[in-house]
């Protein structure tokens, strides 16, 4: 029932955006040497189109995160935006979770300098949804209790320029117990064009997590220690991991692609000393993807 109350939340503040930006106003100053500035509430005007990537991908990622088994998982590859405007972002390696998010821009500053680079920074509400984490995933699980899947609404912030992306992304999830824990998330990317079919990408991320999220999936209880032997651990907030990936998608056809993804991260702080990762699993955590998608 709380992640139904979440998402209709969601839905009624992206609903008010989505009124809103009727009454955006736009300020822009140009200059001579074809430099422009805008800002403004509400969604920026794009003269690029609709674009994205609908497909499907098997992954290879760690039973729950901290695990030292991997498991192979089938999952929907969506990445669709109007450049700007919004985005929808299925799950990616990134995270362990299965996390997809959608944002909606409600204020915008750009940039430009014509015909060499643009720089942007994009402000908004966005929902982050997450899948949760299942007993039995793996036997180490047993007794700590599930984590229902959940979705929670907060805030993003992109900047971009050339070939550089920045975000920042903060926003609830549930953390079993009936609490819901915050976890932030920053990553950076930087994508390069080989040829007309190839591009790679190289990227960093890290994440923050307060003391009911760190709890929820890091922590063992003393109920919870009774039932199943680990040690009683209280997860406290800090940073939560760190890694690097690399990505790269090749074109077969107009509409079709095939996309791979590889990355490793470390798991940092109370995350890493959890008893469910440092004495029954490891915080170094490898994930990887292979996918193939319809592109538009």
């Known amino acids: 029932m709380k992640s139904l109350s979440i998402i209709g939340m969601a839905a009624s503040v992206l609903s008010c955006i989505t009124m809103s930006s009727a009454f955006s106003q736009d300020a822009s100053g140009d200059n001579p040497g074809g430099k422009t500035l805008s800002a403004g509430i509400g969604f920026p005007t794009s003269a690029e189109p609709l674009r994205g990537q609908v ?3 098997i992954s290879a990622l760690p039973d729950y995160e901290g695990s030292n088994d991997n498991s192979a998982a089938a999952f929907p590859l969506i ?3 109007q450049p700007g405007t919004f985005f929808v972002k299925g799950a990616s390696i990134n995270t362990n979770d299965g996390l997809t998010s959608a944002g ?3 204020l915008h500053i750009t940039y430009s300098d014509e015909p060499n680079n643009t720089t942007q920074l994009l402000i908004g509400p966005f929902i982050r949804a997450n899948s949760g984490r299942d007993k039995d995933d793996n036997e180490i699980l047993n007794g700590l209790g599930d984590i229902d899947a959940s979705a929670g609404v907060g805030a993003f912030m992109m900047l971009s320029s050339g070939s550089l992306r920045f975000n920042l992304a903060a926003a609830p999830q549930d953390a ?3 609490n819901d824990g915050l976890l ?3 990553d950076a990317a930087y994508t390069s064009s080989v040829s007309n079919q190839l591009t790679l990408s190289s990227g960093l991320s890290t994440s923050w997590a307060d003391d009911d999220y760190m709890q929820g999936y890091f922590g063992v209880t003393n109920t919870q220690a009774a039932s199943t032997g680990l040690a009683q651990f209280d997860g ?5 991991d760190i890694g690097i990936n690399f990505r790269a998608t090749y074109t077969l056809s107009k509409h079709w692609v095939i996309d791979g ?6 798991l940092l ?3 890493a000393d959890s008893p469910i990762v440092d004495k029954e699993g490891s915080a170094n955590q490898v994930r990887g993807l292979v996918g193939l998608s319809y592109q538009f």
């Open 176 to 178: 079993g117990d009936n």
């Open 55 to 57: 497909g499907v991908g």
């Open 261 to 266: 993804q590889m990355g490793y991260w470390r």
């Open 236 to 240: 406290k907030a800090g940073f939560k």
């Open 269 to 271: 702080n109370d995350a």
């Open 184 to 186: 932030v998330t920053f």
């Open 79 to 81: 990445d669709i935006e």
């Open 104 to 106: 909606i821009t409600l």
